[in-house]
């Protein structure tokens, strides 16, 4: 597989999760920065169109505006049986250029990411695909299945409705968002002090606007200007823009009103989303409540973004900031960039990467006692993670047994070693120097 602007942040994303599904991956941008390659584990295409020509898979991944362009230049280079595919956020001028370029033994595939590249993997994602009737027998099932098994959810469209969709989805929420942003700067707003005022739905609104504007502005510059359909969604916004503000000045209770009741029967869907928004909002509430109550307790905090988990005693809780004692260092987290580990997933990763150690405890257990019994009793202890019998025999007419225990490495070991002896001891058992 070759991407093409696979030095770009998105395309960098899909180099690492085509590589781990088994692709040979090369990648080429235009920056030449053949380090990006070798820290993905993946060959830089010094050869371009030595690279088009011999790959199975083409994917481009490179800005709005030289994306056909950059078809039209490769797609006739490409060998019979291979799939060229791009990963634009419009579709049909690509998939056009794509029809118009690739010889017809090459199949072709529209590819829209729903998402950006600072996700950590497709769990939840939508995908869109606009693959064209004929041209893409063969890929198409694969590419498909291979996403619906990483987790993404699927939705096939044809490009031109793809595009009348993302005018909205795209157009509109960004315009809105970004043009909320310019509002702020130009009224000079203080975002920062303003959230000690704002409940949680205006905060994720502002969280949501901030999102917008610090992504790559030359992207979504593109969206905005490159969507023939965007210019009358604008037109139609704006207008409602107007009409509203002048309702609002007019202070025409009645008027104000009817529009939004009118809006609300035309979205139609007002109930479902207050329960899903609800849902949002209490999660946000919970997790910090959850952690305010958890200080002085051990917790797991996992770096959505780097995707480091910090494990400790929980010092302290701001809305801003989380301080945590890990080790013998005070580690300060910023409450945005953390997700709180459930207890059944700190215990997963204490398993996975904390040193195990064994003890072995030898005891004469009662005559009418059952050893294995006795293992359940012990596995079922918090402080250990494994315990299993290891030798068993008679000795002076009594039986012997030598129970192991596995202890992770954040316990007293030797502690844990006198408690499990302490509840041998109490069902009976007898130990054994």
Same mark, same amino acid.
């Given at each position: ?11 960098? %994303? ?71 595919? #791009? ?41 869109? +695909? ?31 409705? /793809? ?39 205006? #905060?994720? =609104? ?15 510059? =593109? ?42 029967? /035309? ?10 928004? #609800? ?6 509430? !919970? ?37 945590? !004692? ?6 300060? +987290? ?14 997963? %990763?204490? =398993? ?17 006692? #059952? ?63």
């Amino acid at each position: 597989m070759l991407i093409i602007g696979g030095t770009g942040e998105m395309g960098q %994303w899909f180099a690492t999760f085509f590589r781990k599904r088994g692709f040979e991956v090369s990648i080429w941008g235009k920056s030449r920065k053949t380090d990006i390659a070798e820290r993905l584990g993946v060959r830089f295409a010094h050869d371009l169109y030595a690279e088009v020509a011999k790959n199975d898979v083409v994917i481009i991944s490179v800005p709005i505006d030289v994306t056909e362009h950059v078809i039209a230049e490769v797609a006739p280079l490409m060998r019979t049986g291979s799939l060229l595919m #791009d990963l634009t956020s419009l579709k049909t001028g690509p998939t056009n250029a794509m029809q118009k370029y690739a010889p017809a033994d090459v199949e072709i595939l529209g590819a829209h990411p729903m998402f950006g590249p600072t996700i950590p993997n497709l769990h939840g994602q939508r995908f869109i +695909l606009t693959p064209i009737a004929d041209r893409c027998r063969k890929w198409f099932p694969v590419i498909k299945e291979m996403l619906e098994e990483s987790g993404a959810h699927i939705v096939v469209v044809g490009p031109e409705e /793809h595009d009348r969709f993302v005018s909205v989805v795209q157009g509109l929420t960004h315009f809105a968002y970004i043009t909320i942003g310019t509002t702020l700067n130009r009224i000079d707003f203080n975002v920062k002090e303003s959230r000690k005022f704002m409940s949680p739905v205006y #905060d994720i =609104m502002l969280d949501f606007v901030g999102r917008i504007l610090g992504q790559n502005p030359y992207l979504y510059a =593109m969206i905005q200007m490159e969507n023939p359909e965007v210019i009358k969604v604008h037109d139609a916004f704006l207008q409602e823009c107007h009409n509203t503000s002048e309702i609002v000045r007019r202070h025409d209770l009645e008027g104000f009103i009817t529009k939004m009741k009118d809006a609300a029967i /035309h979205f139609g869907d007002t109930s479902p989303a207050l329960r899903r928004s #609800d849902k949002l909002i209490n999660y946000k509430i !919970a997790e910090y409540e959850h952690l305010l109550t958890s200080v002085g307790e051990e917790c797991g905090l996992l770096h959505v973004y780097s995707g480091k988990i910090h494990v400790g005693k929980l010092w302290k809780v701001t809305p801003e900031q989380i301080i945590l !004692a890990e080790g013998t260092k005070m580690v300060s +987290l910023k409450m945005e960039n953390i997700q709180l580990l459930s207890a059944q997933e700190l215990k997963e %990763w204490k =398993m996975k990467d904390l040193t195990r150690h064994k003890r072995d405890i030898s005891v004469i257990v009662p005559d009418n006692a #059952d050893p294995g019994i006795i293992l359940e009793i012990l596995s079922g202890n918090e402080n250990i993670v494994g315990s299993e019998i290891i030798d068993t025999y008679i000795i002076d007419g009594r039986k012997s047994v030598t129970y192991r225990i596995t202890i992770l490495a954040d316990r007293e070991l030797n502690k844990v070693q006198t408690d499990i002896e302490r509840i041998l001891c109490g069902i009976g058992c007898q130990l054994r120097a």
